[in-house]
T-cell receptor, first 117, second 112 residues
């Protein structure tokens, strides 16, 4: 079984500062993928960044970077230079490759990020 | 925008009724996955359809069923609605079962 844990129900950050959102995972799959999504109040899931379990370098997408520590089973999202529009719910998710986890995304509980001016 | 559309946007139903939600996948995508997101929770996987066949199912009862059509659009059907079925229902399409999923805007279902 796969599990994603996000221990921060809410986070606050000042505009233009960096913030780290925590994510730890558990899986028995050797190969897996880790995702971060942003969900504004409108409800749509917006893809931010992806990290494959065999990728040696941490993924980056513009202001987003993923701090992947495989031995610790953590995949933290770092947002640099926060903007007011970054205020939203953020989800960490995993896609496995084995058995019943094949193809499906398992999500964490989410972290609400509030950016203050 | 991802090119994935869902209808209707909002829906109110009474307990015991049946509901059908629809999803049009992004052009070229042959896989559709459905998720249920209760208020304040992360999405939960319902099932996935790949080339018109069910390709995996989460821990949902049989009253949750689905279809995928030859054009790869999909329906989610829920029978005998319960109050706990109130949620945002998200569909996501992808180029294949293991490819990146592109989400639609969701259908918000309220069961009274």
């Amino acid at each position: 079984a796969q599990k994603i844990t996000q221990t921060q129900p809410g986070m606050f950050v000042q505009e233009k500062e960096a913030v780290t959102l925590d994510c730890t995972y558990d899986t028995s799959d050797q190969s897996y993928g880790l995702f971060w999504y942003k969900q504004p109040s409108s409800g749509e899931m917006i893809f931010l960044i992806y990290q494959g379990s065999y990728d040696e370098q941490n993924a980056t997408e513009g202001r987003y970077s993923l701090n992947f520590q495989k031995a610790r089973k953590s995949a933290n999202l770092v947002i640099s230079a926060s903007q007011l529009g970054d205020s939203a719910m953020y989800f960490c998710a995993m896609r496995g490759t084995g058995g019943t986890s094949y193809g499906k995304l398992t999500f964490g509980q989410g972290t609400i990020l509030t950016v203050h001016p | 925008e991802t090119g994935v559309t869902q209808s209707p946007t909002h829906l109110i139903k009474t307990r015991g009724q049946q509901v059908t939600l629809r999803c049009s996948s992004q052009s070229g995508h042959n896989t559709v996955s459905w998720y249920q997101q209760a208020l304040g929770q992360g999405p939960q996987f319902i099932f996935q359809y790949y080339r018109e066949e069910e390709n995996g199912r989460g821990n949902f009862p049989p009253r949750f069923s689905g279809l995928q059509f030859p054009n790869y659009s999909s329906e989610l059907n829920v029978n005998a609605l319960e109050l706990d079925d109130s949620a945002l229902y998200l569909c996501a399409s992808s180029l294949g079962p293991r490819e990146r999923q592109y989400f639609g805007p969701g259908t918000r279902l309220t069961v009274t």
